[in-house]
């Protein structure tokens, strides 16, 4: 079991910045991989970035890819999400998800066995 509370979330200018955390309980998270999403009013939820368990290889939606940062801190045991230059398209429900066995695809929601409860990230224009 992995118990998952992001925080980090709130109300942002557009082209400001938030870092959200994840603070997992129950497992290390470097013996996860540990996946970013996010839904928005009306939306599925989609996949935003990943931090693979057996490196620390990442990979980002394009849609993001340049403006967020994904890390981890194993002291912690915690998951961060940085994320500049923010766009009112960002404005959604962000989740830390947890992948305990090894997959070669990481950004189906379904592959994700553990989530946090989310975040809301809300970027004004």
């Given at each position: 079991?992995?118990q998952l509370?992001?925080s980090?979330?709130?109300?942002?200018?557009?082209?400001?910045?938030?870092?959200l955390?994840?603070?997992?309980?129950?497992?290390?998270?470097s013996?996860?991989?540990?996946?970013?999403?996010?839904?928005?009013?009306?939306?599925?939820?989609?996949f935003?970035?990943?931090?693979?368990?057996?490196s620390?290889?990442t990979?980002?939606?394009?849609?993001?890819?340049?403006?967020?940062?994904?890390?981890?801190?194993?002291?912690?045991?915690?998951?961060?999400?940085?994320?500049?230059?923010?766009?009112?398209?960002?404005?959604?429900?962000?989740?830390?998800?947890?992948?305990?066995?090894?997959?070669y695809?990481?950004?189906p929601v379904?592959?994700?066995?553990y989530?946090?409860?989310?975040?809301?990230v809300?970027v004004s224009?």
């Amino acid at each position: 079991q992995v118990q998952l509370v992001e925080s980090g979330g709130g109300l942002v200018q557009a082209g400001g910045s938030l870092r959200l955390s994840c603070a997992a309980s129950g497992r290390t998270i470097s013996s996860n991989t540990m996946g970013w999403f996010r839904q928005a009013p009306g939306k599925e939820r989609e996949f935003v970035a990943v931090i693979r368990r057996s490196s620390d290889n990442t990979d980002y939606a394009d849609s993001v890819k340049g403006r967020f940062t994904i890390s981890r801190d194993t002291a912690e045991n915690t998951v961060y999400l940085q994320m500049n230059s923010l766009k009112p398209e960002d404005t959604a429900v962000y989740y830390c998800a947890a992948q305990p066995t090894y997959h070669y695809d990481y950004r189906p929601v379904h592959l994700y066995n553990y989530w946090g409860q989310g975040t809301q990230v809300t970027v004004s224009s």
